[in-house]
């Protein structure tokens, strides 16, 4: 899903076990996924129109969360999916009066896993490296662009021109004339301030700025191996640089395998489990 378009929520084990999102989709996408007998009735008028109305949008909700009863909304025997299953999927036209939901079905492990970075406390979405990174990608995006606007000025500085040649033609271009009545000090046309700016040391600083973006993605450990310098290193020196890789990214790894490898390596064999393909 794209980021903003979900919603999800932690456990009291703190692990993500529901999501929500709303996204849009055509009439023609409607139909063609769930079925014209499972649309509402605006929705199967505007298939059966067809043309341009199968272009019309509307906002699909998507809910996958624990297959337990809701209190107080409707009827407890359509929230909950019949039989067996700890999780339930449901897809309905949002803000719309429908009759039944556009699907609905249940699953025996979660169809969704959401691995984060790193976590505080029951955040749902955990943090990023580029959260941390931001300021400096920020300032990199700004530095370039404020050395880009200092070169502009060396090569085409602000111009000030006498008032003989405001309605006459004029132009700054290799190999180009513009003649004026008199030519004097304070005729023709010249910068009006001198730009001179020190690019090398622009340049010094966004090297720097770049640096530091690397190492707040990591790169450094990712890399150690491509980028080290230097006579080649014996098999103990290689066996500790990655020693201290996995110390810095532990954490990282072991709650990306809790929380991604390891629900889809046990999601795929209780699936094979129960179709008796072991």
């Not at 803000?95 to 959401?114: E, H, Q, T, V, W």
């Not at 513009?178 to 046309?189: E, F, N």
Request: contains cysteine; charged residues 25%.
């Amino acid at each position: 899903p794209c980021p903003g378009e979900y919603f999800a929520a932690s456990s009291s084990a703190m692990r993500v076990e529901t999501l929500y999102r709303l996204f849009v989709m055509t009439v023609a996408q409607i139909v063609e996924m769930f079925g014209v007998d499972n649309c509402p009735p605006d929705i199967r008028s505007l298939w059966q129109t067809k043309g341009a109305s199968l272009e019309v949008e509307r906002i699909v909700a998507h809910a996958i969360e624990p297959n337990f009863p809701l209190s107080g909304v409707g009827d407890s025997d359509v929230v909950v999916v019949p039989g067996d299953f700890p999780w339930r999927e449901l897809y309905w036209i949002y803000g719309g009066a429908n009759d039944k939901p556009l699907s609905k079905r249940g699953f025996k492990d979660s169809p969704f896993i959401c691995p984060r970075w790193a976590t505080t406390s029951n955040d749902a979405y955990g943090r990023s490296p580029a959260m941390d990174a931001l300021p400096d990608i920020m300032q990199l995006q700004v530095e370039t662009a404020r050395k880009a606007e200092a070169i502009e000025k060396m090569v085409r500085p602000p111009m000030l021109a006498s008032m003989e040649m405001k309605n006459e033609p004029s132009s700054i271009l290799p190999g180009h004339v513009t003649y004026v009545a008199q030519l004097g000090p304070d005729k023709g046309m010249r910068p009006t301030y001198t730009v001179n700016p020190q690019i090398e040391h622009m340049m010094k600083d966004l090297a720097e700025v770049e640096v530091r973006i690397q190492k707040g993605f990591f790169n450094d450990l990712f890399l150690m191996f491509t980028e080290q310098e230097g006579d080649r290193r014996t098999a103990y020196e290689n066996m500790q640089k990655a020693l201290e890789k996995l110390q810095v990214l532990g954490p990282v790894v072991e709650r990306t395998q809790n929380e991604g490898g390891s629900p889809s390596i046990k999601r795929i064999f209780n699936i094979m489990m129960r179709k008796r393909l072991l």
